[in-house]
């Protein structure tokens, strides 16, 4: 069980979940108008999320999906002390929409996927997905989210609802060149996360042919990563592989994962990341 923390957050009442040793959750609840002291109340997650999905046993695992370019100093240095804070930020995706039970969502698969690889490392990974959020809604919390976690790496997934509301790439360039600043000046390691891959098979009107966009928007946060220091997942290539897993490790409503994509995806991470840490 992690120690018990107070943070302060001037924000309304809201769940800010964190995944802790051993699969264990606890809930920090903000509690004020203003300025107010932030609980932790624990909630325990049966066992494991490791123990309690397995990886698909058609889950591309590859480095290659995963560039570190040299981008993990802090992440390293906080290995080493036994302890580390990671903060992952993005849409539904990290929130862990069309997951069948919370404990099997991308962060808590995640967190268990490091913590099998890293037995003696206290690793707590903070969710601050919100379903539905652009690059512009989540650039405008980071610094507050950056604030209270204090975390040693983030990991932000990016891109997908630009791509599906079609927002113009310039304004994207703008948020992430503030978003950089905020966390360069944290000075806290990153992780980006491109776009994921839609089904070609999709009859769901506002999915149809958007590969390509979504393909050029990972290629461009590719870019950006190499850039700016940063590592990238590329979610997007990685998905091209995802035929031999139930339903292609999405739901049925051909956008968000399913349990087995989760799982998949939460294991390409863990595996890039832990290789790159080595």
């Known amino acids: 069980m992690l120690d018990s923390v107070v943070w302060r957050w001037a924000a309304e009442y809201a769940p800010f979940p964190v995944s802790g040793r051993g699969g264990e959750c606890e809930l920090m609840t903000i509690r004020l108008p203003i300025v107010a002291a932030l609980a932790l109340t624990a909630c325990s997650i049966m066992t494991s999320p490791a123990a309690a999905q397995g990886v698909p046993y058609a889950c591309p695992v590859s480095p290659t999906y995963f560039t570190a370019n040299n981008g993990l100093a802090h992440t390293r240095a906080a290995l080493k002390s036994g302890r580390i804070v990671i903060l992952a930020t993005g849409s539904s995706s990290i929130e ?98 491109d776009p994921q891959r839609l089904p070609e098979t999709t009859s769901h009107a506002a999915l149809k042919d958007r590969n390509p966009a979504l393909g050029a928007v990972a290629t461009t946060v590719d870019q950006w990563a190499s850039q700016s220091g940063y590592a990238v997942l590329h979610r997007f290539e990685a998905m091209r592989g995802w035929g031999g897993i139930n339903t292609g490790g999405v739901g049925p409503d051909d956008l968000h994962l399913n349990d087995f994509g989760y799982a998949c995806w939460a294991e390409i991470t863990a595996e890039g990341l832990s290789g790159a840490l080595r």
């Open 96 to 193: 862990g929409a069309g997951a069948s039970a919370r404990n099997l969502g991308y962060v808590p698969m995640l967190q268990g996927a490091l913590q099998r690889r890293f037995p003696d490392v206290a690793i707590t990974l903070i969710n601050r997905g919100i379903g539905g959020e652009t690059m512009r809604e989540t650039v405008a919390r980071l610094e507050q989210d950056v604030a209270l976690a204090q975390p040693d790496l983030v990991i932000w997934q990016l891109g997908t609802n630009d791509v599906l509301r079609d927002r113009p790439s310039a304004d994207m360039l703008a948020e992430f060149q503030a978003a950089r600043a905020i966390l360069d000046s944290a000075q806290t390691d990153v992780v980006l996360i």
